[in-house]
């Protein structure tokens, strides 16, 4: 099994640039996640989705952060404007329903300048 | 609310030493618990999980956890700690009803050669 991908790997950008993460879950799992990690606040749930379907996005810092989740197979996270208090890891994560262990990915280290 | 406690932010052991790193948990039903560890600039890799039975669980890696519900803990153990161990540790409670994964604030080990 591939497990959770997530691209890009690493990201700089400047200020105000639009960024988009990209996640493909683990096949047949119907959950997805996105955490954020940061030195002062931790790992946080940011948002999940239940088969594609937005569940608890109470996690979303503010409204220039969205998902999505066209498909099973495919998640985006993206942040509109970007700012430098967005620098972060940013992880992917997912599970099939029911079985409740959480599997993530090697994470997203973006870097706002 | 739910949360997770480890109270050790750094610990330093010897190669060859045994480990115990610690958690806590506030959480009113019987919780799914996790350990993951995170090397550096690497995603988060599962070690154990508890989710009900057998109170000592075994792990990858050579790492235990035990639970006990009495003292609301759930501490990771390793009887001989390699080089290799050095990395940060985190504790995590699921949410049954929801999917939500409240991870701790995680604890890093330093290992002395």
């Known amino acids: 099994d591939a497990g959770v991908i997530q691209s890009p790997r690493h990201e700089v950008t400047e200020m105000g640039q639009e960024v988009t993460l990209r996640c493909k879950p683990i096949?047949?799992?119907?959950?997805l996640f996105w955490y954020r990690q940061t030195m002062m606040r931790g790992l946080e749930l940011l948002i999940y989705f239940n088969n594609n379907v937005p569940i608890d996005d109470s996690g979303m810092p503010e409204d220039r952060f969205s998902a999505k989740m066209p498909n099973a197979s495919f998640s985006t996270l993206k942040i509109q404007p970007s700012e430098p208090r967005d620098s972060a890891v940013y992880f992917c994560?997912?599970?099939?329903?029911?079985?409740?262990?959480?599997?993530f990915g090697e994470g997203s280290w973006l870097t706002v300048v | 609310a739910q949360s997770v406690t480890q109270p050790d932010i750094h610990i330093t052991v010897s190669e060859g030493a045994s480990l115990e790193l610690r958690c806590n948990y506030s959480y009113g039903a019987t919780p799914y618990l996790f350990w993951y560890v995170q090397s550096p600039g690497q995603g988060l890799q599962l070690l154990l999980k508890y989710f009900s039975g057998d109170t000592l669980v075994q792990g990858i890696k050579g790492f235990e956890a035990e639970f006990k519900r009495s003292q609301s803990s759930f501490n990771l153990r390793k009887p001989s700690v390699h080089w290799s161990d050095a990395a940060e540790y985190f504790c995590?409670?699921?949410?049954?009803?929801?999917?939500?994964?409240?991870f701790g604030s995680g604890t890093r080990l330093l290992v002395r050669p």
């Open positions: 994560a997912s599970t099939p329903t029911g079985l409740h262990t959480i599997y």
């Open positions: 995590a409670v699921l949410m049954d009803s929801s999917y939500k994964l409240i």
């Open positions: 096949s047949g799992h119907n959950s």
